[in-house]
């Protein structure tokens, strides 16, 4: 396990984030503790428990910090230490206390809107540029460096690329359009004429019907916390018709009120509670298809531990005529590779011209999972062997017909053709918990 270049890869990250000034006249530093002190007062303390903190927890682990006990919701020891910890990496004093500045630091703080009058500009710093950097995370758009808080050329790069997405003139600046594309800035009230008015007094005037704009909620553009948008919208309603209160409404608005509901509606369900709208929470309302409607097998494990990523390349072009029949997770050379699902090693190769070192893992009722390109088999790992889900059967590597680190992984549903695994993959997408698990 390459455990130590992962967490010097983390460091290094965490290092080089940057961290906005604090003003340096008096009264500047006044006012900038009194809101440090009055945001404080509404964070998770030592001690507490509840959807607060498993966000924290979650974002704690997502940096690459290890929380003993795992991710509980409770705010105990063990949350203190990974707290410290990563508070000394970032450069902050490691109190274990979650302040305003780590907290902004994990993403937990609120985006704030902008007005017309602090669009932040190239060469600016500060909470506006730090509420602009965020807003571009949140609506998918990756910001070099993350939300450092300093407007410079790789927000101006994400600007551009937010703009081009979403049809705008790809300006790279601040404008009024991409402040209320992004959620930044409320839309402006068109007011009816005064000759209008008089006009609808003077003879009946039938309410049109208003149309709800259609929800287009896919399982890669999932709702996240600070977007402003019809989704988020179809997303309260849709909590709202499950029975689940959403404090304000349904506003389009996905701030702490909808995090807040979203756990009531996991907890009520029987649901990992992360207050996060993940695929499977998205399913059980009905905003996106279950596997179970697209006759998909759900995973029991994720099959890659620690960092990775992945995207849909399904019947992406390969050598030879070929078309790619998996999903690559790309990661670290020696991240443990999980059983997706309890059941036999029905085979094991080393030395294939394409997969390399792989092996067939055979659930059940016949659906067979492929994994190629291993470093190398778990120890003692054998044809016929039984496992558990979870269980560790081999390292990520790059032998076979790659260069890149990376597990190819084929879902072949009772025995049958290959099916597209992206979504049976992102529906237990874990690929920023590095913490081991526990081995059966």
Avoid at 102 to 110: E, S
Avoid at 184 to 198: E, G, H
Avoid at 250 to 255: Q, S
Avoid at 347 to 367: E, I, N, P
Wanted: positive net charge; charged residues 15%.
């Amino acid at each position: 396990m390459n455990s130590g270049i992962i967490r010097k890869a983390i460091v290094a990250v965490a290092v080089s984030l940057s961290i906005a000034t604090l003003a340096t006249s008096i009264s500047a530093t006044s006012v900038a503790a009194q809101s440090v002190n009055a945001k404080s007062a509404s964070l998770p303390q030592l001690g507490e428990s509840g959807p607060e903190v498993t966000r924290m927890q979650q974002a704690i682990v997502a940096r690459g910090f290890t929380i003993k006990g795992g991710i509980d919701g409770s705010f105990g020891p063990a949350t203190q230490v990974a707290l410290k910890s990563l508070q000394k990496v970032a450069g902050f004093a490691p109190t274990g206390t979650l302040d305003a500045k780590t907290a902004k630091f994990l993403g937990l703080v609120d985006v704030a809107p902008l007005s017309k009058s602090n669009f932040p500009t190239v060469g600016a710093s500060g909470d506006a540029v730090w509420s602009l950097q965020q807003a571009l995370i949140n609506n998918g758009v990756q910001v070099k460096g993350g939300a450092d808080g300093k407007f410079g050329l790789a927000t101006s790069i994400a600007l551009g690329k937010f703009q081009s997405l979403k049809g705008l003139a790809v300006t790279k600046t601040v404008d009024e359009s991409t402040a209320i594309a992004l959620g930044l800035l409320a839309a402006p009230v068109q007011k009816a004429s005064a000759k209008k008015t008089v006009a609808a007094a003077s003879a009946p005037v039938i309410a049109p019907v208003v149309a709800v704009a259609p929800s287009t909620i896919t399982i890669d553009s999932l709702p996240v916390r600070g977007q402003k948008s019809d989704n988020v919208r179809a997303l309260q309603n849709a909590l709202i018709n499950a029975g689940i209160e959403v404090k304000g409404g349904a506003d389009g608005l996905f701030g702490v009120a909808t995090s807040v509901s979203i756990g009531k509606f996991q907890s009520a369900t029987g649901l990992n509670v992360s207050t996060v709208l993940d695929a499977p929470t998205a399913a059980a309302l009905g905003l996106i298809p279950s596997l179970a409607e697209l006759g998909l097998p759900t995973l029991q494990a994720f099959p890659v531990q620690g960092r990775c990523g992945f995207t849909d390349t399904w019947g992406a072009a390969r050598g030879a005529g070929r078309s790619h029949e998996g999903t690559d997770i790309i990661g670290a050379r020696g991240l443990a590779l999980y059983a997706a699902m309890d059941g036999t090693i029905s085979k094991m190769t080393t030395g294939g011209a394409l997969g390399g070192t792989s092996l067939r893992l055979t659930a059940a009722d016949g659906t067979y999972f492929y994994y190629a390109h291993l470093d190398a088999f778990a120890a003692n790992l054998a044809n016929g062997q039984v496992v558990r889900a979870g269980q560790i059967v081999g390292y990520l590597g790059s032998t076979g017909d790659t260069n890149t680190p990376h597990l190819h992984f084929e879902v072949h549903p009772k025995g049958g053709a290959a099916v597209n695994p992206y979504p049976i993959l992102k529906a237990v997408d874990a690929c920023n918990v590095t913490e081991l698990l526990p081995q059966p």
